[in-house]
């Protein structure tokens, strides 16, 4: 190897730079030829070094605008003669008439025409970066430091890129025909839509012809939003991902069912991450997600849930896979989910009203008596019911409306669970939707309240202490939704009430239970006079055990003396309208003094005088109508001819009428005026007790006559001597004497009660409200009052002005006549 000194290449380099004469055409020539040689792929024999130099001293000699120029010029007679010409001999006439190739005969024709097409550009465009790769490294100087940055142009590199994107793809092939680009994009279009339809396709070639359109720029700038992809492919993509999947939509909703058509979507929203991710851009993902969710979910979700096999189907048949299907996709296009949601509602409200509507049937159609005859009467006495017992149609729809609810509840709450999560939109809208149905059955207080009545007088008997807490939830459950407390609170005190004085409870524990669930749910306030009527039994017990004590210590206990079970109420707690008749009312028979034997009435005023002892000033009203008695009796002429002894437990109107007989010879009867007058006993409570002694088979103590199953003005009756049973003790119910649904009337009279009760409740709202506030516009008022009352009942917005008005009358509150909106003063 020999080496120059190193003067001698100093003064040679001193000569290149300062008085060499260079010819710019010759170098150029020099580096033209070099240049074809690269491009055609014969590179192996050039010295780069020397290109280098040769360009390096172009640039020094301020050439460098001719040198960048004449690259330029190369490359575009390259591109546009000897490329595009290759490129162009692989597009055959169908593709050139039609971008798809549609016209082509098969499938398979057309993929193969679309990917020879598809190699041919591959392969340019990747010639072309490694082609350029080489001139931008022999160009380097121009680039890198004088020419390029010096006058701000793009690099020679970007500018090549520049001319490919408008020599090969954006050049028309022919004059009238569409250019490279537009037949590129479609070719593509035409691949993914066989992709769609399950053809196999080449997804690395399409992938490389789209990293091509991503390394391309609509302009010289290259911005970054600017790329090729963004602006032609990508926009031409979209679109008519668009019209297919709205076309495939509108078709599935008409051939298939709504499961598979929610899977059929899920998997079209896979297949299109996919496709991004293998064949496309993953930044186009996010855009084609959208298209689809908008296509196949956003505007069909209407259109699939109303389908016959859409949601209310899917209810009905328990689909909970499909239903959770159906929640995904909208879920994905909408966290509120509103068709659902509605869907929801709907059906809640549709179902409910079935129900609502079959127990105002049936509360409206006339309860079915027990047979009269006797030999009927003798059957149904082999039953558990009884004969004289009549079937309370009404009340089996009552109970059964609120299992009927339950159901509803607990049908809906699963599908929440099992097919939505338990998501807090769909489960808000759910629970709306329920307390909507069961306000707007008017009975529906009520109906709640002898559910639980019913369930503590029998429902929870051998039952676990798990099932018995499951019943008390279920109650609280639906008087979740009650949105007049109030009314519940007047129905619940009554069938309370009957439970405590009647013994009719299972167990005191759990009634206990029941109000302290009561308190916690809906507040104290609600649950002070039930909790009130729980101390006064506590307290009658302890009255009742300190006067048979006091009895006791009176002296020698006499064996034929009354003993006395007391219950004392406190007037203002117990609803003792409850133990009154369907026809009973408030006039002067109702109010009358019962005539009490003098055994009896002996008792009667020893336990007066001594309450009057331990609290004076009280005054003791007795409720005969609400009693029982114990009673010993015995029948002469019963089997075997021997005197036979009972033990009767009957009301307390019953006992006064049996001890009627023993005055009486055995052959003689009374009639019924008679025993009125002699106990005066309201006329509705002694037929109901005749009948329950003298019709009713098992319990037949008296004889009627004439008989029949009502008791009549003129009917005589007389002691039963023959009576006989196969039970020593014998219960003598009364007829119609438990809870049951109110009549008409009762009704009435409650919701009165009611009102004036809700009356008085506003003004105290009204009041506590002005007295801390002093002054208050009108519109606020009735805000702050409604907010207040809102958790015992909804107000009526007309009975709250009525009230401010009774107020201002009464002056606790006056108008501030120069407020400018009508206001309020209170007045201390």
């Known amino acids: 190897m020999a080496i120059m000194p190193a003067g001698r290449m100093a003064n040679g380099c001193k000569k290149g730079l300062n008085g060499a004469d260079i010819d710019f055409d010759t170098t150029w020539g020099i580096l033209e030829k070099a240049f ?10 050039l010295s780069f070094e020397e290109l280098y130099r040769n360009a390096y001293k172009i640039v020094l000699k301020k050439k460098g605008e001719d040198l960048y120029n004449k690259v330029a010029q190369f490359e575009e007679n390259w591109l546009g003669n000897t490329v595009r010409a290759r490129i162009v001999k692989n597009l055959t006439a169908p593709l050139m008439l039609d971008g798809t190739g549609r016209t082509l005969n098969t499938q398979t024709e057309r993929r193969d025409a679309g990917e020879k097409f598809l190699k041919s550009l591959k392969g340019a465009w990747e010639d072309h970066q490694v082609c350029m790769g080489m001139l931008t490294d022999v160009l380097m100087y121009m680039k890198d430091r004088v020419y390029c940055t010096d006058h701000r142009q793009p690099s020679i590199y970007a500018k090549s890129m520049g001319l490919f994107r408008d020599q090969i793809l954006r050049t028309p092939v022919r004059p009238g025909s569409p250019n490279l680009l537009e037949i590129l994009t479609r070719i593509i279009l035409d691949q993914i839509q066989m992709d769609r339809d399950g053809e196999a396709i080449d997804q690395f070639l399409i992938k490389s012809n789209v990293y091509m359109l991503e390394g391309l720029y609509d302009s010289d700038q290259e911005v970054e939003d600017e790329k090729l992809y963004l602006r032609s492919f990508e926009l031409d993509f979209l679109h008519s991902s668009a019209v297919f999947y709205r076309e495939e939509g509108e078709r599935l909703l008409k051939e298939s069912d709504a ?23 993953e930044s186009t993902t996010p855009k084609i997600q959208r298209v689809v969710e908008d296509e196949l979910i956003r505007h069909k979700m209407k259109g699939l849930i109303e389908m016959e096999t859409g949601v209310s189907f899917m209810v009905e048949n328990d689909k909970f896979h499909e239903l959770s299907l159906v929640f995904d996709l909208e879920a994905r296009v909408d966290p509120r989910k509103p068709e659902l949601t509605r869907a929801m509602q709907k059906l809640i409200t549709e179902m409910g009203t079935n129900i609502n509507n079959s127990a105002i049937a049936a509360s409206q159609a006339p309860a079915q008596p027990a047979p009269a005859d006797d030999a009927a009467e003798d059957a149904q006495g082999k039953s558990k019911a009884g004969s004289a017992k009549a079937i309370n149609q009404q009340t089996v729809a009552a109970l059964k409306w609120v299992e009927d609810i339950l159901g509803l509840k607990d049908r809906f709450d699963s599908v929440c669970k099992a097919s939505f999560a338990s998501d807090q939109t769909v489960s808000t809208a759910i629970n709306r939707s329920m307390a909507d149905v069961i306000n707007a059955f008017s009975r529906g207080s009520e109906y709640i309240s002898l559910f639980i009545d019913d369930n503590m007088k029998k429902g929870i008997k051998n039952k676990s202490e798990a099932e018995i807490d499951a019943t008390l939830e279920k109650a609280i459950t639906i008087l979740r939704y009650l949105s007049d407390k109030d009314i519940f609170e007047t129905y619940y005190k009554k069938h309370l009430c009957k439970r405590l004085l009647l013994n009719k409870s299972q167990s005191i524990d759990v009634e206990k239970q029941m109000i ?33 004590a006091h009895v006791k210590n009176l002296g020698d206990a006499d064996p034929k003396r009354v003993d006395l079970g007391i219950n004392v109420l406190t007037a203002m707690t ?20 019962v005539i009490y034997p003098p055994s009896i009435d002996r008792v009667r005023l020893g336990f007066e005088r001594y309450y009057s002892d331990k609290h004076s000033g009280r005054k ?36 006064l009428i049996l001890l009627l007989f023993n005055e009486l010879p055995a052959e003689r009867s009374i009639s019924l005026e008679e025993i009125q ?20 088979p098992k319990t037949r103590l008296l004889l009627k006559e004439p008989m029949s199953r009502d008791v009549n003005p003129g009917d005589r009756f007389s002691f039963n ?32 009660k009611n009102n004036d009760s809700r009356g008085f409740a506003i003004e105290a709202a009204v009041v506590r409200i002005m007295k801390q506030r002093k002054e208050l516009p009108h519109a606020q008022l009735l805000t702050e009052t409604i907010s207040q009352l809102s958790a015992q009942f909804k107000p009526d917005v007309n009975m709250i002005k009525k009230r401010i008005e009774s107020l201002i009358e009464r002056e606790y509150l006056e108008r501030i006549e120069e407020a400018p909106v009508p206001s309020y003063r209170y007045l201390a």
């Open 620 to 655: 003791l009203t007795w409720q005969t109508n609400m009693g029982d008695a114990d009673m010993k009796g015995t029948f002469p002429k019963s089997k075997g001819g021997k005197p036979r002894t009972h033990d009767i437990n009957c009301s307390t109107y019953a006992m």
């Open 259 to 281: 499961g598979t058509y929610c899977r059929h979507a899920k998997r079209r929203i896979d297949e299109e991450n996919d496709r991004c991710r293998s064949t496309l851009s």
């Open 721 to 752: 001597e023959s009576y006989k049973s196969e039970y020593i003790k014998v219960k003598v119910g009364v007829v119609s004497a438990g809870n049951k649904v109110e009549g008409d009337r009762e009704r009435k009279e409650t919701e009165k």
């Open 677 to 696: 007058v002699r106990t005066n006993i309201p006329m509705s409570d002694l037929a109901r007790n005749l009948q329950s002694l003298s019709v009713a």
């Open 516 to 548: 302290s669930r009561m308190k916690i749910e809906l507040g104290n306030s609600f649950t002070l006079k039930l909790e009130a009527m729980f101390k006064d039994m506590t307290l009658s017990e302890e009255l009742a055990n300190g006067y048979r």
């Open 574 to 593: 117990w609803p003792l309208e409850a133990f009154k008749g369907a026809s009973e009312h408030d006039g002067p028979e109702s109010r009358a003094q």
């Open 36 to 45: 074809h040689e690269i491009h055609t792929k014969n590179a192996s024999a």
